[in-house]
């Protein structure tokens, strides 16, 4: 079956607590994406990446990082989470950027407490 | 930036009845999709739209790109059709999709 698999689904943690939430996908895609989602703000773009160790920032890149080293995963890393990065957390993915369909993850609901 | 208006932001209906939602874009685009997202927040694809008519099942969309919107038609609605319906699009050039507010619908049974 053709998803986009996050894990984990939620995850509560420490101001400080380095954490790694997992992005991968089997659908051959070479665009890739992370987005958050708050209340009032809807979905903004945290990062993408175009193909294999090409990856740039999106809308709200600070306090995150991302990886890219192999085409069907795209980790999201939070060095030093804060409370403001509380959030639902959503990986897409699709064949390139633009004028192709994105399938979105489940979610990971993060809280920092 | 692209700017994507949906309306309306809420909609009560009682199980049974039809509904229309609409996005509106400011600029031309070449990625449009239609996604539910659940009670349990999940976001699943209805449609990607960036132009033309297309139909499943109970729901179908409309997007006329020229005039910059889009419509999603919910016919014989259910309890489980309750939930967020947001319009995204991805503005010509641009590599982000932009989404817009989104519009709760709740149907009663």
């Known amino acids: 079956e053709a998803q986009v698999t996050q894990n984990p689904r939620y995850l509560i943690t420490v101001t400080g607590k380095k954490l790694t939430v997992t992005c991968s996908q089997n659908m051959n895609h070479e665009y890739m994406s992370w987005y958050r989602q708050d209340p009032g703000l809807g979905l903004r773009q945290i990062y993408y990446?175009?193909?294999?160790?090409?990856?740039d920032k999106g809308d709200v890149p600070e306090g995150y990082k991302v990886s890219r080293k192999e085409k069907r995963n795209f980790p999201l890393i939070l060095e030093s989470p804060s409370p403001n990065q509380t959030s639902l957390y959503f990986c897409?993915?699709?064949?390139?950027?633009?004028?192709?369909?994105?399938?979105f993850g489940q979610g990971t609901r993060l809280t920092v407490v | 930036g692209i700017q994507v208006e949906q309306s309306p932001p809420d909609l009560i209906l009682q199980e049974g009845a039809n509904s229309t939602l609409r996005c509106n874009f400011s600029?031309?685009?070449?990625?449009l999709q239609w996604f539910h997202q659940n009670p349990w927040g999940q976001l699943i694809n209805l449609f990607y739209?960036?132009?033309g008519t297309k139909q499943n099942g109970r729901l179908s969309a409309t997007t006329v790109a020229t005039e910059r919107y889009s419509l999603l038609y919910i016919s014989s609605s259910q309890t489980t059709d309750s939930g967020v319906y947001f319009c995204?699009?991805?503005?010509?050039?641009?590599?982000?999709?932009?989404f817009g507010t989104g519009t709760r619908l709740t149907v009663i049974p």
């Open positions: 739209i960036p132009s």
């Open positions: 600029d031309s685009v070449n990625n």
């Open positions: 995204a699009v991805e503005e010509t050039g641009a590599n982000n999709l932009f």
């Open positions: 990446s175009m193909n294999v160790e090409v990856t």
């Open positions: 897409a993915s699709s064949f390139s950027s633009g004028d192709t369909e994105a399938f």
